[in-house]
């Protein structure tokens, strides 16, 4: 068995344990780095889309120009992105960050406009007649009633984050995009399938995880079913 | 700043835009695998599409198949195909543009077909039109703006997963990107960058136009 197990890496499998139980360290620190990445692209693109939202909102004229604005970024190529990055905040982990954001900025500020449009304008009259401020107004009433829009936008962005991470190998922070990327020059197929595997499950964890939360933080919307 | 002046030197330097490995060259060669790869994947994917939404079948693919191509890493698949039985070269790169186009056009041509109004098709259908003909005459003008942004959507994703493919061997402006991370150019990867990048957005402004105008003159001929 342990013969065959090293015939694995020598015979270059796609599929191989020993890969698994003798690169576990490296596997782990791959998968911790592409979590953090997305982690950080998606909460900072949050911080960054609510206020653009918020602007295009107040002020109407400015909403053509946010969204087709972020929709423009969302056109340009990773690799281009990350590389224009590059003289900015150079070889670190900002850099895949920073681009990461930039893609998020388009569905998360798109679907936080929606989501703040369905509100109803009589919930919110009343609301005012309760003498709702401003803040309590959107705290209390305009986020929890956008949350369903926000909510799906933050899944989509988080799963096109998880797989745009990857191409930040290049600017030499990727998560497990770095092991697909040192897989290509050594033709290591067990390590690049794992990866991309990896990769794919994370964003079906990931996603799983935001339906959860979705559940947890709007409890009137499973009573009435998940639809 | 210096980086930046550096990053415009460059662009603005014609000995980088002729010669065998020159930008324009390079444009050339991109231009011709996104039209090589949208031909093909048009020719797969816009069909079926066609044909699923016609006959109002297998809605959960056509619709899915957009939200898994999201999930799944185009690094990874363009990285698979090179080291796997198709090796490094034009093949695995346009196999991987192709695979990549065909979601987004499959799922809004699809998505286009089904949301022709129901009561049109009765009309048509009472009219004595056969099923040929209520595809060509009916549905298919009703679903071509969404055709249309399939179309805009796909072209985007082959432009930048071109780009990509120039680090798995490919060919097309992702070349001058890697070929200045190789020799430590930073002007050069920067320089490279930006072309990709107006490119993909000068080809986003000229398709959304496109698909404004087919709006306005299916307008105009419907009043005229």
């Known amino acids: ?227 | 700043m210096n980086a930046l002046v550096e990053v415009l030197a460059w662009l603005i330097d014609p000995a980088n835009w002729t010669g065998p490995e020159g930008i324009v060259l390079r444009i050339a060669e991109h231009l011709v695998l996104t039209v090589v790869s949208m031909v093909a994947a048009g020719a797969i994917a816009v069909p079926l599409a066609l044909w699923l939404g016609h006959v109002g079948r297998g809605g959960a693919l056509a619709i899915n198949i957009s939200n898994v191509g999201r999930a799944i890493p185009t690094f990874a698949v363009l990285i698979l195909l090179a080291i796997g039985p198709l090796g490094i070269g034009v093949t695995s790169t346009v196999v991987a543009l192709v695979l990549f186009a065909i979601p987004p056009l499959l799922t809004n041509a699809y998505v286009g077909m089904r949301e022709v109004d129901r009561d049109l098709i009765e009309a048509a259908r009472g009219m004595g039109m056969t099923g040929p003909q209520i595809l060509r005459q009916v549905e298919l003008p009703v679903a071509l703006p969404l055709i249309m942004t399939g179309i805009r959507l796909a072209t985007v994703q082959v432009i930048a997963t071109a780009t990509l493919a120039a680090v798995v061997g490919g060919g097309g402006l992702g070349r001058i990107i890697t070929a200045g991370f190789a020799r430590q150019d930073q002007a050069m990867v920067v320089g490279g960058a930006v072309i990709v990048a107006l490119l993909a957005i000068a080809a986003e402004i000229a398709l959304g136009s496109a698909q404004k105008r087919i709006k306005l003159f299916r307008i105009a001929t419907r009043v005229g």
Not at chain 1, 124 to 149: C, I, K, N, S
Request: with cysteine.
């Open chain 1, 1 to 227: 068995m342990v013969i065959l197990a090293q015939d694995c890496l020598q015979a270059n499998a796609w599929i191989c344990g020993e890969y698994l139980s003798t690169r576990r360290e490296e596997i782990l620190a791959a998968l911790v780095q592409h979590v953090d990445l997305t982690l950080r692209a998606v909460v900072i693109g949050l911080l960054v889309a609510i206020p653009l939202a918020l602007l295009a909102r107040r002020f109407r004229r400015l909403e053509t120009g946010i969204l087709s604005a972020t929709s423009l970024i969302y056109t340009i190529p990773a690799l281009a992105m990350f590389s224009i990055l590059l003289p900015f905040t150079g070889l670190t982990t900002q850099t895949t960050v920073t681009g990461l954001v930039l893609y998020s900025l388009t569905i998360l500020v798109r679907n936080i406009i929606t989501g703040l449009a369905g509100v109803p304008e009589d919930v919110r009259e009343a609301a005012r007649g309760m003498g709702y401020g401003a803040a309590r107004m959107l705290v209390q009433v305009d986020f929890p009633l956008a949350l369903p829009t926000v909510v799906a936008g933050l899944r989509i962005a988080t799963v096109s984050t998880i797989a745009l991470a990857t191409i930040g190998a290049i600017v030499g922070n990727g998560g497990l995009g770095k092991l697909m990327y040192e897989g290509l020059t050594t033709e290591f197929h067990a390590q690049v399938l794992t990866a991309t595997v990896l990769v794919v499950l994370l964003a079906v964890v990931a996603d799983l995880l935001l339906i959860g939360l979705q559940r947890a933080l709007m409890p009137w919307r499973r009573a009435v079913g998940s639809s």
